[in-house]
């Protein structure tokens, strides 16, 4: 929820325009009404900077991320940790010890329900028989006790694809 001692950020990841409505309005509406926007777009020719730009909060160098495909999402886990702890209510004093962070990651099976489990990740990948692949990773941070509440928008559109969409939601879960 909306939790008025918490900061709102919204985190974007898309990899292409929109098809049937303008999001620039939308987008400019929330950031009026102190709603810090993250975008994090996957690399095509659909957008150009200077829509993402648009979009995105400033300064845009901190809250717009490009990376080159969807495989390289977790390139932009660090800064999106740094900018959450950036805009996050109350102020904290720094960490003196790295948090270890976790990602929940899920095993995809065709024939039965998915069973879920949580473990520190970096970049997952899958291998063909659906299994998600992930390694340990320690991020820095100076945010313990932030208080952000924070919603993905996730493009789900036909271009992302089903193995795009699903690393998608594994980066993001």
């Known amino acids: 929820g909306d939790r008025d001692d918490a900061s709102d950020l919204i985190i974007l990841i898309t990899d292409g325009a929109a098809k049937d409505k303008d999001p620039l309005p939308e987008a400019q509406s929330l950031k009026s009404n102190g709603v810090v926007m993250f975008v994090v777009y996957i690399k095509t020719d659909e957008l150009t900077i200077n829509e993402i730009n648009a979009i995105a909060s400033r300064p845009t160098e901190k ?16 800064d999106l940790i740094v900018g959450a702890c950036g805009i996050a209510r109350p102020t904290v004093k720094p960490l003196t010890t790295p948090i270890l962070t976790t990602q929940k990651t899920t095993t995809i099976q065709r024939t039965n329900p998915s069973p879920t489990s949580t473990r520190a990740t970096q970049a997952p990948t899958m291998d063909t028989t659906g299994q998600v692949i992930t390694t340990p ?18 493009d789900s559109s036909g271009s992302v694809g089903i193995n795009n969409f699903r690393q998608v939601l594994v980066f993001v879960g």
């Open 63 to 78: 809250y717009a991320i490009v990376v080159d495909s969807f495989d390289e999402l977790y390139t932009a886990t660090n």
């Open 137 to 154: 990773r320690i991020i820095e941070t100076e945010c313990d006790g932030a208080i952000v509440d924070i919603v993905f928008v996730i």
